[in-house]
């Protein structure tokens, strides 16, 4: 069984458009992230939940909402979309805690905007 | 201060050969150091993690060293294989004490290993 999932695995689409991510995990964890790895596979948080509680909400264009519907799911949004934003985006999850750290990721959503 | 400077960016070895990677930081209130592998399609996973309280850590063929007083840490694979090939993250965090701590990562720039057979 795979413990964190995310549809769709490709997306293209064109500027303007309004597209959403979707993530699931089975892990029974209370954390989950987005993560951007750009085209030279640089690695950055983009947002945390914990619980359905935003914790973190790094410096990201507003046109980016992250939504959890409930503790095992965190779904992203992204409205008018620029080329820039073509990416692999990630989703990870982590048992929420004080000695936890292991965060568990998805496969990646690779975004490219025409 | 949030920066993890990774380096090299690629690293070629032959096969049983000893790879190396580098990372330096400059925040001294990280105190969580992991290092992830990441395959071509895939998504990171973790290979080794270090706290600040030990200088080395061994698993398999996989072992961190971490030097608190320099602010680095750097990730030896001995005896590397072919299946090695991938790209690795180091990342560190800082742990808060409490349920406050939100596990946030600051990656480094990622090394592209390639070991040849």
């Known amino acids: 069984d795979t413990a964190v999932s995310q549809t769709p695995k490709y997306l293209v689409t064109q500027m303007g458009n309004d597209k959403s991510i979707k993530c699931e995990q089975n892990?029974?964890?209370?954390?989950m992230y987005w993560y951007k790895q750009d085209s030279k596979k640089f690695l950055k948080i983009m947002f945390s939940?914990?619980?359905?509680?935003?914790?973190i909400n790094e410096t990201v264009p507003n046109r980016f909402s992250p939504k959890s519907p409930d503790k095992a799911h965190l779904n992203l949004h992204i409205n008018s979309l620029e080329l820039g934003d073509s990416a692999v985006y990630f989703c990870?999850?982590?048992?929420?805690?004080?000695?936890?750290?292991?965060?568990?990721f998805g496969p990646g959503t690779r975004l490219t905007v025409l | 201060q949030q920066q993890v400077k990774q380096s090299p960016q690629s690293l070629i070895v032959q096969k049983g050969g000893i790879s190396i990677i580098n990372c330096a930081y400059e925040?001294?209130?990280?105190?969580?150091f992991p290092w992830y592998q990441q395959f071509p399609g895939k998504g990171p996973a973790l290979l080794i993690a270090?706290?600040?309280?030990?200088s080395e850590k061994k698993e398999g063929r996989f072992t961190i060293s971490f030097n608190k007083s320099a602010k680095q840490f750097s990730l030896h694979i001995m005896d590397s294989q072919p299946g090695d090939s991938a790209t690795y993250f180091c990342?560190?965090?800082?742990?808060?004490?409490?349920?406050?701590?939100?596990?946030?990562?600051?990656f480094g720039q990622g090394t592209t290993l390639q070991v040849k057979p």
């Open positions: 990870a999850s982590r048992r929420a805690g004080v000695r936890t750290d292991t965060q568990y």
């Open positions: 892990l029974g964890h209370d954390t």
């Open positions: 939940y914990n619980n359905k509680e935003l914790i």
């Open positions: 925040n001294t209130a990280f105190d969580y």
């Open positions: 270090i706290r600040p309280d030990v």
């Open positions: 990342a560190a965090s800082v742990r808060k004490p409490d349920s406050s701590n939100t596990g946030k990562l600051i």
